[in-house]
């Protein structure tokens, strides 16, 4: 049994002014996706340990991710769908494809990259072999996408903690159908709904409830998977809304379409319950807050700046916040601004320097740094990035030299940070990870500008169907 494996995962903001291109992927062919560190104990490890398991000889094909950001290059896309479909064309006689997906990339003059891939995978492959795909929480799935594989599973926590075991589930079904010699298929039905991911925590009411229903429905008879995909909302997309899926055997099809029908309506029912997770205030009131909380530290994402949902990070609004309230004992983490890093690392470290720090205008694209003196405290690596730690009357920035995941806050000790030696810390963030909660004595999302601004309201869609709520009550 020989079962081919790939992966391409970008999740695609169209709302900010950058351009993803082929080297801001991590890219790996054939079995060099298993030397790269990074990945362990993700989606993929889960396909590969399943598959192992399961009897399959793996034929990796080619391998691309990188972190949320703008649309991607046409000439980037290119690349990567060419080197998926060389290497699956190259593998021989395969009994089925395992391929990883975010499921909401965007792409230049594409509305549908994820359909488009798969549509050539299976010219190449024929009606019979199966294809089978996992996909984040978030993914954007399309009529096209369901046409040209056979089945997908999404991941069902928020945050998402359970990478690995969306691919063993992933991986499973696929077995399932190549050991049983039946056909998957997937049923879908969408809902004309955006909703951020800061309203869909899974350990909160109405999706914790919703969510459970799915591993109950996977015990249902003729059902083996079921899911929710909530799309992505940061992207303009005519393809753009909330689905339900149910996998099954192909002879089960009207059972499935019911079961799709069931969970698709109940999402709607709620829909009006869904409010964020954390307590969302304006940038000025989390501040004012975090003043008048006794016990430290006070975790405050800056939610408009939020690199993990394709954000710039380089908003500086934050910053002069705390400058213009003259807090002291504040951590701001981490504004990537290329420029500000290489200054201060050639200042050197206890020396001062003068920075024109990110911009005072997030989203917009405009050049309006933060003009301000710091004393450079530390430079350092931590896992590939480079830093700078700086002061400023009492607030530490954190200065990264690209874009960066800040997600988990391991890295701040290796910065020589102690996070409970701080009053207030600003995370470029949306809902917060379960080891910074640990930390927060309270945590609050800031409602700032920028490119995932967490009021949709105020986002210049143009081409999302229309009616679709919140947008249209």
Known sequence: ???????????????????TGLGAFTCAEGEEVYGIQRWRGTV???????????????????????????TVKRSAYDYIKSKILSGIEKAGTLDGICLALHGSMAVEGMADPQG???????????PGIPIVCPLDMHATVTRKMIENADAFCAYRTAPHIDEYM????????????VKSRKKLTTCMRKLPI?????????????????????????????????????????ADSVNNGVAALTVGFFDNLPLLDSAAIRLA?????VKEQFDFTTEAHSPEETIEIALRQGSRPVIISDSGDNPTAGASQDSSIMIKLLMDKNVKGALVTAI??????ENCFNTGVGKEACLSLGTLKPGSGEASPLSIPVTVKNIARSGNMDYAVVEHDGI???????RVEVSEPGYMEELGLNLKDYRVIVVKSGYLSPKYRSIAARNMLALTAGDTCEILEELPYKITPRPIFPLDR
């Open 1 to 19: 049994m020989r079962i081919a494996t790939g992966a391409m995962m970008h999740e695609t903001n169209t709302f900010t002014h950058m351009r």
């Open 44 to 70: 993929l490890d889960g396909i590969f340990d399943t598959l192992r398991s399961g009897g399959a000889e793996l034929v990796p094909a080619f391998f691309a991710r990188t972190l949320p950001s703008g």
């Open 116 to 126: 488009d891939l798969l549509a050539e995978l299976r010219k190449i492959t024929g």
């Open 166 to 177: 969306t691919g063993a589930r992933a991986a499973g079904l696929l077995l399932t159908s």
């Open 194 to 234: 955006l909703i951020a991911g800061e309203k869909t925590e899974t350990d909160t009411s109405p999706t914790k409830e919703l969510f459970e229903n799915l591993a109950e429905m996977d015990n249902e008879e003729g059902i083996l998977s079921a899911s929710y995909v909530l799309g992505f909302p940061w």
């Open 265 to 269: 309506a109940a999402f709607d029912h």
């Open 336 to 341: 990537s601004d290329k420029q500000s890093y």
């Open 396 to 402: 530490d920035v954190v200065i990264s030299k690209d």
